[in-house]
């Protein structure tokens, strides 16, 4: 493990990454008309849910319990939420702040993972855990559609972001230019997807092209 890299690198971008996440649980929770302890709840849980369990895999302290901006980064957002309002970010402004952050979040749950010496596969699906979960806890809390069920690309993103960080690792890469460019090309991906409506074939379609 390299401290140096992990701290403080790391961990600032883990709590830029909350920032983006907690904002689009306490956005959810505001637009459904929720008090303030809702809104906070929903920041927090969205914010740290895939990076706790990324964590709790990979044998690594808890990064919320451990670094005192991440609770109080959550409780920020969440106010600025409140006081704020919804029609403020009304249209594609969720969507894109969600993607923003799920690439953000697959390249460091990677980074980090491989940072704990975790094979490069099972480092790879950390990434995506780590940028996927805390959306679907959010979408299942608030009894929206939860992201998996739908065609559009979004766990792809988290895994190209995450497969590239990868790749960069194992060739040998400056780790900022990697972690940069898998973070631009996951949410590019992401992005597409919200504009043109990219989506992967579901299964009825790709039975029916073969008939």
Partial sequence: MNEEILTPVLDWLDVAGV????????LVAAKEKQTLV?????ALITGVGGGTIRDLLIGAPVFWMVDPWVSATCLGIALFAWFTPTRWWEGRFLSIADGMGLAAYAVLGTAKALQYGVPPVPAAL???????VGGIIRDVLAG??????????YVTAAALSSSLTVVGS?????????????ALA????RLAAILFNLA????????????
């Fill in 19 to 26: 920032a983006i996440f907690a904002m689009t649980g306490a």
């Fill in 38 to 42: 809702t809104l906070t709840f929903f």
């Fill in 126 to 132: 950390m990434g995506v855990i780590t940028g996927c």
């Fill in 144 to 153: 929206r559609p939860s992201i998996l069920m739908r065609p559009e690309l």
């Fill in 170 to 182: 194992l060739v040998g890469l400056e780790d900022w230019y990697v972690w940069i460019g898998a």
């Fill in 186 to 189: 996951g949410f590019g991906l």
């Fill in 200 to 211: 992967l074939p579901s299964y009825d379609e790709r039975v029916a092209s073969k008939d």
